[in-house]
């Protein structure tokens, strides 16, 4: 993040701080839609990721007075819709008969898509979605950290550092989560290939 773009942060944050709900909304505006990029990317559901999106700038509008600034606003907001997504996803680990019916829902859905799309699609599209696929279910393989770290890294363009801060851990050891994940992805892309 640019030096212009963290002062630009600080100014807002102060602003509302201060009582300026027009500049929590431009701080809402400027990062909407990488909030929702960011669940989305965590738990692949775009309904429960609008959710948590929302959340999240609930949560963050009502513990702005507790924000420090130690961190910079987009790295403590992301920390924020972190907690809330992995929140989330464990809910769903515990109701797994929801999870099943969502499941059956979805195929269902993807089938009826498929079908209509089947004809439209080359063969290039769908090998590119099917590795979409593959990555997504190795990506669920991860334990809960090293997905949050390959999310950030690679999906949201975060460092290490930034990482660190989200997960509330050193770099070394965000460095580390991000080894094993793509170690473990490796493993389980290799294994999917080897199965074809």
């Given at each position: 993040?640019?030096?212009?773009?963290?002062?630009?942060?600080?100014?807002?944050?102060?602003?509302?701080?201060?009582?300026?709900?027009?500049?929590?909304?431009?701080?809402?505006?400027?990062?909407?839609?990488?909030?929702?990029?960011?669940?989305?990317?965590?738990?692949?559901?775009?309904?429960?990721?609008?959710?948590?999106?929302?959340?999240?700038?609930?949560?963050?509008?009502?513990?702005?007075?507790?924000?420090?600034?130690?961190?910079q606003f987009s790295?403590?907001?992301?920390?924020?819709?972190?907690?809330?997504?992995?929140?989330?996803?464990r809910r769903r680990?515990?109701?797994?008969?929801?999870?099943?019916?969502?499941?059956?829902?979805?195929?269902?859905?993807?089938?009826?898509?498929?079908?209509?799309?089947?004809?439209?699609?080359?063969?290039?599209?769908?090998?590119?979605?099917?590795?979409?696929?593959?990555?997504?279910?190795?990506?669920?393989?991860?334990?809960?950290?090293?997905?949050?770290?390959?999310?950030?890294?690679?999906?949201?363009?975060?460092?290490?550092?930034?990482?660190?801060?989200?997960?509330?851990?050193?770099?070394?050891?965000?460095?580390?989560?991000?080894?094993?994940?793509?170690?473990?992805?490796?493993?389980?892309?290799?294994?999917?290939?080897?199965?074809?």
């Amino acid at each position: 993040m640019s030096r212009l773009t963290r002062e630009s942060d600080h100014k807002l944050v102060q602003s509302a701080k201060s009582g300026s709900s027009a500049a929590f909304g431009k701080l809402v505006k400027k990062y909407q839609q990488k909030v929702l990029y960011l669940a989305f990317d965590l738990i692949h559901d775009y309904e429960d990721a609008k959710d948590i999106a929302q959340e999240a700038f609930i949560k963050s509008f009502e513990k702005l007075h507790q924000f420090e600034e130690r961190a910079q606003f987009s790295t403590w907001l992301y920390r924020i819709t972190v907690n809330l997504a992995m929140d989330q996803h464990r809910r769903r680990k515990r109701r797994p008969h929801d999870s099943l019916e969502d499941n059956i829902r979805e195929i269902e859905r993807q089938k009826t898509s498929e079908q209509a799309e089947e004809g439209r699609r080359s063969e290039r599209e769908l090998q590119t979605s099917a590795q979409r696929d593959e990555i997504e279910k190795a990506l669920q393989n991860l334990s809960e950290n090293q997905r949050i770290a390959t999310v950030l890294k690679y999906f949201h363009q975060k460092s290490s550092k930034e990482i660190a801060e989200v997960l509330g851990c050193s770099e070394s050891t965000a460095r580390i989560h991000l080894f094993r994940a793509v170690k473990n992805m490796r493993k389980h892309l290799k294994g999917i290939q080897e199965s074809l």
